[in-house]
């Protein structure tokens, strides 16, 4: 979801640095190999999907209690693979952070920091976008990748905190309903019912980025065009 980027501290850096530098190759080494880039195709898991579990969206007692319980279970799936947030689920599930995944890559050139495990998800992406998105051409200046500072308010935890999610241009791909200041911008302001006409990134994009697992917040209400998530499976990322 949209922030300005936060920077990792020096204790973060030196953490995942320390990590990195034991694991040989690193991820973007083993994807430079010829045959690397084949992923299975997958959908984002409903269970992960913020809208599925965000309880001040539906009324009754009961009705919040079952989004609740699906909200911890969203978390205890994410922490269990991507790493323990504080304050979030239990450390006893991961007592490993998603700063200990952590891992710069690179996506159409730019450089952003992700969970190491969902790089070659989005190695995929970015040569299916290069071979088939040519007629809509777009070159991303922007990116923010892997957080180290919570920017919901609503009892949630950002996908950003475990390094499975990606915004694209924030100043180019709008965010209407996250609040008013994104409310007043021109493109908010247009009268369409189609979300596409409210970002500058084709919907190329979006076709390439859902078929391998990721998860558009432009479907969300608070329609985030400029964010992506990883809602797959991260031991089906690559074919065996």
Known sequence: MPSPATASTASDDAASASLENTQQPTTQERLAEPDALRCNLQDAQPLLMRGNYVWWRVSGREAQQERRRLHQEAIRYRTERYGYVEGFGDPEWNPQTPQDYAESTTFMG??????????????CVEADIQRECA??????????????RNTLATGEVSNHMFGIAIDIDPDRNTCCGCSDRWREHPLCSLQTDNIYDRMAMPSCWVTVFERYGFYWLGHDHIQDTMHFEFLGDPERILVD
């Open 110 to 123: 730019l450089p952003v920091r992700l969970n190491r495990r969902i790089i070659p998800a989005l190695r």
């Open 135 to 148: 007629d809509t051409p777009y070159q991303p200046r922007r990116l923010s990748g892997l957080r180290t």
